[in-house]
């Protein structure tokens, strides 16, 4: 799905806890999320930072998809 949105000229994001498995299937934009059964938070952060951990990512994967990129392209986005 992902593909045909690109193909169609729709700029698109993946956050993901697995972004060698994104890039290696060639997802354009990755964004590294949290861990593998919270891809977008991280439930061991005091509420305030994963909150400002989930901000995070979607600005990243707002900025992700507003930026032109050849291939995939990972966005790491930090929680400290």
């Known amino acids: 799905m992902q593909k045909e949105a690109e193909r169609a000229g729709i700029p698109t994001a993946?956050?993901?806890?697995?972004?060698?498995?994104?890039?290696?299937?060639?997802v354009s934009r990755i964004i590294t999320g949290g861990g593998i059964p919270y891809p977008v938070g991280n439930p061991?952060?005091?509420?305030?930072?994963?909150v400002e951990f989930r901000r995070r990512l979607v600005v990243a994967?707002?900025?992700?998809?507003?930026?032109?990129?050849?291939?995939?392209?990972v966005f790491d986005v930090s929680i400290a």
Do not use: H, N, Q, Y
């Open 61 to 73: 994967a707002l900025e992700a998809v507003s930026t032109a990129v050849k291939g995939p392209t």
């Open 44 to 50: 061991t952060l005091p509420r305030e930072r994963e």
């Open 14 to 26: 993946l956050i993901t806890a697995i972004p060698s498995v994104a890039k290696s299937v060639g």
